[in-house]
């Protein structure tokens, strides 16, 4: 319906203001869904919009409704780090809470505390991924072998939490470990322009040299990709020279 096309792109561009007039007059929108099953909140997630996040849940939005891949809107803040929405959600009893997602955020208080609690780590897997590989998570992606520290690694370079990189690197992570698309945590700081942590996993002896599963293509090309022209420059010139 119209309004609800409405009222999904007004949580995209965090018009506040018409989320609320909008619901309002028809509460019933806060369960308005769009493609890919993406409600008005999990726009609000990726986005970090934190005012729309916090008008749908008090109008009663669902914390844990899923997209067509399985995330809620928590996990899909903390994938995307949108740190203000997560935090809120977190707030209004969001469950998901994860090494994967506290690595995602930058939490490294929390990344070191399950660490070093010993748990289990298999149970902080990933909830929005298959159990077996597709077209966007490869066999050899770190979800998929169950390297769940691995994978924190991956999530943690991708929104540049260089800390937490750091740690879980001294705490037996593989630094070219795989996430989506087969993609590494390079490929995703270069692509996200997270230059400090490119600089900082390129010192560490992550390889150059890896390309993608789903496009080929390799962390400078990523980097282009994302219009970080200097990062991608940076990681031709250190592969020709390695």
Not at 44 to 65: I, K, T, Y
Not at 117 to 131: E, Q
């Amino acid at each position: 319906m119209a309004s609800e096309v409405e009222f999904i792109e007004a949580a995209k561009k965090g018009d506040a203001a018409k989320i609320g007039s909008m619901l309002k007059a028809d509460p019933g929108l806060v369960r308005a869904v769009g493609e890919h099953l993406k409600t008005a909140l999990h726009w609000a997630a990726e986005r970090d919009h934190a005012g729309v996040a916090a008008a749908l849940v008090e109008a009663g939005a669902d914390v844990e409704a899923r997209t067509s891949w399985g995330a809620s809107p928590f996990e899909w803040a903390a994938t995307m780090g949108s740190s203000r929405v997560a935090d809120l959600l977190l707030a209004r009893s969001a469950t998901g809470f994860t090494l994967i997602t506290a690595a995602s955020l930058g939490k490294l208080s929390e990344v070191r505390r399950i660490i070093e609690s010993g748990k289990d780590l298999l149970a902080d897997r990933r909830r929005d991924a298959p159990t077996a590989p597709d077209d966007h998570w490869p066999a050899d992606s770190a979800h998929i072998r169950k390297d769940t520290i691995s994978d924190a690694l991956y999530a943690a370079a991708r929104n540049g939490h260089q800390n937490v990189v750091a740690y879980l690197l001294d705490h037996g992570a593989d630094i070219d470990a795989k996430g989506v698309f087969g993609a590494t945590g390079l490929h995703w700081a270069a692509m996200n322009g997270h230059r400090e942590t490119v600089e900082f996993l390129m010192k560490r002896g992550a390889n150059l040299t890896i390309r993608d599963s789903r496009f080929g293509a390799t962390t400078e090309e990523w980097a282009q990709e994302g219009g970080h022209s200097s990062i991608a420059a940076m990681l031709r010139q250190a592969k020709q020279t390695a």
